[in-house]
């Protein structure tokens, strides 16, 4: 069945009290676009309905300020292999990552220690998917990043403001994929059309938008 609205509700911004505690996790203020968003409201919720029911599989919350930070725990580093020992304090432990990885190389110590220091974004209902952001990546102020079963990830090809215009119009809804690696199973288009199918007849022009977007992907 077709989706039929889509509203959005938010709650008040909370940054100017919580703007200590960001910087004390990250060493610095939050760069221009999340803080714009955070002064704007302490993340927001979007209602996918279909004949009139909402959807728990498609509708989505960005996150509060401290659901982001995991309620400000401290985040870790390894500086090699043999360092790494990761705690279970950390944020998102067992969550939107495993202590459990293997870790026997640069490169999975590199993907650990991006995700142990990554902010929750957006959790995917319904799937073990998280949409989080790395504030120290080796280029940018940022890096969006889709998050697998704890263990894949693979930077998103959009800033912050396109992202939300997108989560705005499709929640949910894995029209993010459209924007994953190119060579990557799910970053052919057509899996995200298929995917967002039932928003076709509701939202047909945007779903052409999403997919010229994905065509200038780099």
């Known amino acids: 069945m077709p989706v039929t609205s889509v509203t959005i509700s938010s709650t008040p911004s909370t940054l ?11 060493g610095r203020e939050l760069p221009d676009d999340f803080a714009a968003l955070y002064r704007e409201c302490d993340g927001f919720t979007v209602n996918v309905e279909i004949d009139g029911k909402t959807s728990p599989d498609w509708s989505a919350a960005i996150a509060s300020l401290s659901e982001a930070f995991d309620d400000w725990k401290p985040h870790q580093q390894s500086s090699d292999v043999d360092d790494y020992n990761p705690s279970f304090d950390e944020p998102f432990c067992e969550t939107i990552w495993s202590p459990d990885a293997d870790v026997d190389d640069d490169e999975s110590l590199a993907r650990m220690n991006q995700l142990r220091r990554s902010k929750l974004l957006l959790s995917v209902p319904g799937a073990p998917e998280w949409i989080v952001v790395d504030f120290t990546p080796e280029d940018g102020d940022y890096q969006l990043l889709w998050v697998y079963e704890g263990s894949e990830t693979q930077p998103l090809a959009l800033d912050l403001p396109a992202f939300l215009r997108w ?52």
Request: no cysteine; proline share 5%.
């Open 16 to 26: 100017d009290e919580s703007m200590a505690q960001v910087t004390a996790v990250l």
């Open 167 to 218: 989560v705005r119009v499709f929640g949910a809804a894995r029209w993010y994929w459209a924007f994953l690696p190119r060579d990557h199973s799910m970053g052919d288009f057509a899996t995200t059309r298929e995917a967002l199918a039932a928003f076709a007849p509701f939202a047909a022009a945007e779903l052409a938008a999403l997919a010229n977007a994905a065509e200038a992907r780099p």
